[in-house]
């Protein structure tokens, strides 16, 4: 719903070039043949595979959408507890009537073609790769990290203000909005290509902040990711 | 014998997933039931071990239409539970911020999701070509309800700048004032709004049920005051478990509630019943206008009842500019001590009232957390309103009866995947 934050020029723009066939949160019709399959959300049940796999069989292309999808995103979290933990701490005596798997991000299930990262994902990135897909151009996402772009956005840096920040892992795109914002990086963009988590490291010894301290922030939406297993 | 099957698998034009099943032979309903699917989402749980600074960032992401309203009540159970009493300041900017997402919520609910049920549509896309000029009204709403909001914490799907014990960044007073011009502007584009709901026929369909709200002597609650209830003693919100009594059903990943009758609504229309006399002189003007009165017993309303909260929430949001550009703004340091202990955070979510409850530790970590959603309590109360409703309109045909129950469901505004802890509705 997120995208549906576009202008009214935008959105009409967008209207003209594509047919949306299949949107149940705005559209009470649906088709079952597509181009593109927009995918929002993370994996957290078995009847879920299989329908995400059906997908994939009628979309010639599928893009993730946000973090839940790209990265397995806060759904993860849960992941830290067995999922008999997890059933009984939220239903109690009434966790017999439901399941719940392991969160995953969707490419754990499925290929995925394109990702639009960020949580909420960005309404110009989304365009961007829509635009790219129409014209059969490959979307180009940045691979390097935060931190440039925090620089360039003129903010101070996290660390000198003693906090932790995953902006130096993190992959850019986002302008380092959070940090804008007066908070840190948490790293919902996922990992950049190469994460250079010895420099992280050191960056962390330099302000006297523990491994610890960044691993917690790091479970927040990168739980799924190699690097955390 | 006329057998009428409606099955309705994933309700659309509502968030997440919900089924609605209808099963009657011979004018005898054998099966009426409205199923939430939506996958589990264990919230209470991802929050269980997280630093409270984080603890907002990640209840926030219950839900992408009404973040600020998860993040305000998450951030309010915090200094709860630390005894954290917010500056003057913070709650001006705070409430300013709660009426960017009402506004954009209501928007969004009243000409995107509902609007096209009356205009004969199966969504707001057509009419782009038919009502172009409603279409780029509601989304020049909805952008001033994202810039208001933009300003205040940078941005509106979860917000960044509002933090435990206050603002992490402070809004540009020039950006304020120009938004002020844009919001007086705004009342040209509700009045058209209005003109529009005058010609749409609402179902003349009446259930009353218990009517629970926030309600706070000093104004129409959002943000702050004690649990109302049309049936009952108003009661303090540390006594919320009281009321809300949820309970597990096999067909429905979400919890339902109960508390004086058999179920209760909350949200605009529940709102609206119970704290009528505290709406602005504009929006009581507006209700009149468009035939709606305290108490209205007609679920179908829930709609106008959010159409003329849009009005009050133009008048406050105003008025708050006034009083932040009159006093200024200063930074206040958000000096945090974390304690051990429990603290409950309770708001009027869009779509109705909305609970986090944590327990932290000395070291500001949460060890037991609770959210109970807005949709989890309507859940039963759609349940009793199709029950009453289906015998009354069983004569009509099939897609008939099957839009009628659909149009009850998406009244309500449903945030099911908020509540699953959905919508569906299958003839059968």
């Known amino acids: ?229 | 014998m006329t057998r009428v099957n409606v099955n309705v698998h994933h309700v659309t034009r509502i968030e997440g997933h919900g089924n609605l099943v209808l099963n009657a032979k011979g004018g005898k309903i054998e099966e009426l039931r409205w199923e939430v699917p939506e996958s589990p989402r264990f919230f209470e749980a991802m929050l269980v071990g997280r630093h409270y600074d984080d603890v907002h960032h990640i209840a926030s992401r219950i839900c992408g239409i009404c973040s600020i309203t998860h993040t305000t009540a998450s951030i309010q159970a915090t200094e709860a539970a630390f005894g954290i009493q917010p500056s003057e300041q913070t709650i001006l900017l705070r409430k300013l911020l709660y009426d960017a997402e009402l506004l954009e919520s209501h928007v969004l609910h009243i000409l995107f999701l509902a609007a096209p049920d009356f205009l004969g549509v199966d969504s707001v896309i057509p009419l782009a070509e038919t009502h172009k000029d409603v279409v780029v009204m509601a989304l020049r709403l909805k952008k001033l309800a994202y810039n208001l909001a933009e300003t205040l914490a940078e941005r509106k799907t979860h917000p960044l700048s509002c933090v435990v014990g206050g603002f992490a960044k402070l809004p540009d007073l020039n950006v304020l004032k120009a938004l002020r011009k844009r919001l007086a502007d705004a009342y040209a584009d509700l009045d058209v709004t209005v003109g529009l709901f005058k010609t749409f026929k609402i179902p003349d369909f009446a259930r009353e049920t218990e009517y629970i709200a926030l309600r706070d002597p000093k104004e129409y609650a959002f943000i702050s005051g004690q649990i109302a209830s049309s049936d009952a003693p108003t009661v303090s919100i540390n006594d919320y478990l009281n009321v809300t009594n949820e309970f597990c059903v096999p067909h429905s990943t979400a919890k339902y509630t109960r508390n004086k009758r058999d179920a209760y609504m909350v949200g605009a229309l529940a709102r609206f019943n119970l704290n009528f006399k505290q709406l602005s002189p504009r929006a009581k003007k507006i209700a009149k206008e468009l035939g709606i009165s305290a108490p209205n017993h007609n679920p179908y309303m829930i709609t106008v009842a959010q159409l003329v909260e849009t009005y009050h929430v133009l008048d406050d949001s105003i008025s708050l500019i006034d009083q932040i550009l009159e006093r200024g703004l200063k930074g206040e340091g958000n000096k945090v001590k974390p304690r051990a202990g429990r603290g409950i955070g309770v708001v009027e979510a869009p779509r109705g009232i909305l609970f986090h409850d944590y327990v932290y530790d000395d070291r500001g970590i949460i060890t037991k957390a609770n959210c109970i959603i807005p949709t989890n309590q309507n859940h039963n109360n759609i349940q009793k309103d199709l029950e009453a409703l289906v015998p009354e309109i069983l004569d009509k045909s099939e897609d008939e009866i099957r839009l009628m129950m659909e149009m009850l469901v998406r009244a309500y505004d449903p945030c099911i995947s908020c509540s699953t802890h959905s919508l569906n509705v299958t003839f059968t």
């Open chain 1, 1 to 229: 719903m997120e995208v549906l934050n576009l202008t009214g020029e935008e959105m009409l723009d967008l209207l003209g070039a594509v047919e949306i066939v299949n949107f149940r949160e705005a559209i009470t019709n649906r088709a079952d043949n597509y181009d593109i399959a927009f995918v929002e959300g993370s994996i957290t049940r078995e009847s879920e595979i299989p329908r995400l796999q059906q997908i994939r069989e009628q979309a010639k292309i599928v893009v993730a959408l946000g973090s839940c999808a790209c990265i397995g995103g806060v759904n993860c979290l849960k992941n830290h507890l067995t999922m008999n933990q997890a059933l009984q701490m939220v239903y109690g005596d009434s966790a017999k009537y439901y399941d719940t798997i392991l969160a995953r991000p969707i490419s754990a299930v499925i290929r995925v073609d394109y990702y639009v990262r960020n949580c909420p994902p960005i309404t110009s990135e989304f365009l961007k790769v829509v635009k790219a897909l129409l014209l059969g151009r490959k979307p180009e996402i940045p691979s390097y990290p935060v931190c440039t772009e925090c620089k360039v956005a003129g903010n101070i840096c996290v660390f000198e203000l003693g906090k932790t920040c995953l902006g130096p892992v993190t992959r850019a795109g986002c302008k380092a909005i959070c940090v804008t914002g007066g908070r840190h990086c948490w790293g919902c963009r996922g990992l950049v290509d190469e994460p250079n988590i010895n420099s992280e490291e050191e960056i962390l010894k330099k302000y006297g902040l523990t491994v610890e301290q960044v691993v917690e922030k790091f479970k927040i939406y990168n739980t799924y990711s190699e690097v955390m297993r």
